[in-house]
C-alpha cells in the first residue's frame, strides 16, 4: 500500500480518536476516579447511540437527540449502581447484567417504528438529517469536519469535567475512589458517590456514542462491542506516556483523550502495513496488556536497578 493511502486514512483516525476519547473520559471516571472496572459501557456504548439516532430519524433536532443519549446513559449507570450498592452485586457482575439487559434495550430502541419491534441497526444519512458530526466531511477545511467539532466537544466536556470534580461533592466523589474506609469515616455517601459516579460514566460514554452514530451514519446494536478496551487502553496510553507530564486533573483528562488518538493511529497504521482487520481484538488486547505491564516492569525492574545503582555509589 502506498503511503498516500495511509495519509488520507490519518483524518478519519483521529476524529474516531477524538469521540472514543471523549467515551475514554468517562471509563477514566470508574476505573481511575473511582477505582471501579465497569463493564456495562459495551451496552452503553450502543444505546446511546441508538436513542440518539431513533430521535433523529423521527424529527427532533440532533441536540434533543443527543440530551436524550446522554439521559438514557445516566439511567443506564443509576441500573448499575443500584446492582451494585442496593443489591449488593460486584460492580464487575453488575455492570455485566447490566450490559446483557442493554442488549435486548437496544433492539427494542432500534425497532421503534418497525413492524417487528425490533431492529439490529438503523441508518441516518447526513444528506436528509442536520448532523452535528459526518464521516463524509473528515478531509475538508471547514468548520463541518468532525475533528473540529469532536474537539469543541472534548474541550468543554473537560472543563465542565474539571469544575465538577473541584465542587465539594466532586472532591468526595475522588475521595470515595481514593480510600472508601476513610471516606466513609468522615460522614461521605460512599454509596451514592459510586452511583453518581457510574451514571456519569455511562452518560459519557452515550454522549459520545450519539457522536460516533452520527459520524459513521447509521447505529448499530453491535457499536459497542468492545468498547471497554478501546477505553482502557486509551487511559492506560494516555496515563502511560503523559503521566509525568500532565499533573492538572484537566490535563489528564486530556491525556487519556490523546491515548484515544494514539490508539486509532497505532490501528490505522498496522492496518495499512497488511494487518488483516479481522484480527483487531487480538491487537487491542495485546495493546492494552503491553502497557498495563509497562508500570509493573518499571516498577520492577528499572527502579531497582536504581536502587542497586545507589547502594553501590
Known sequence: MSITSLLNALPGACAQGIIWGIMAIGVYITYKIL?????SVDGTMATGGAVCVIMITNGYSVWVAMLCAFLAGLLAGLVTGIFHTFMGIPVILAGILTQLGLYSINLRILGIGTSAGTA?????????????VSLRY??????NNPIFASLIFLVVLILIMYWFFGTELGCSLRATGANESMSRAQGINTNFNKVLG???SNGIVALASALYAQYQGFADVNMGRGAIVIGLAAVIIGDVIFGRIF???ALKLLGVAFGAIIYYLVIQVVLWLGLNSSDLKLLSALIVAVFLAVPHWKEKYFTSAKKEVDANA
Open 35 to 39: 477505582d471501579m472496572a465497569d463493564l
Open 120 to 132: 439490529s441497526n438503523v441508518a441516518v444519512s447526513v444528506d436528509k438529517y442536520n448532523l452535528l
Open 138 to 143: 473528515v478531509r475538508s477545511l471547514a468548520l
Open 198 to 200: 457510574l451514571m456519569i
Open 247 to 249: 499533573h492538572n486533573f
